[in-house]
């Protein structure tokens, strides 16, 4: 009788260590998730808002690639109205030599 008590209490022993055991290994592993939940929603944001900053940075320079080329445009339209400026103004001084007797050759 005193051995089945003896092992009673030892087997109800062994079934609270289990238990404990148990829980810490059980509250272990809701830590260890809930730090897989917040890694991961830090990653997310992170990700999300170098997405949003690349894109930004992306319509920035389409924006100054636009620009640079209808700057472009209007330097290359400057550039025609100052030599045919250029052309004009040799016709004149060629005219006006013509004039004058002096032969000038283009």
Known sequence: MR???RKELIDRE??????EEKLKIDRDLLELKM??????????????STMEERKIELAMLDARAELLENDVTIYK?????KKQE??????????????NGVNIVK
Not at 35 to 48: C, K, P, S, V
């Open 3 to 5: 051995i089945r008590k």
């Open 14 to 19: 062994l079934q609270i260590y289990f238990n």
């Open 35 to 48: 730090r897989g939940t917040e890694d991961i929603a830090n990653y997310e944001h992170t990700y999300h």
């Open 77 to 81: 339209m400057l550039l025609e109205e």
């Open 86 to 99: 250029v052309q004009r103004m040799q016709e004149i001084v060629i005219s006006l030599a013509n004039n």
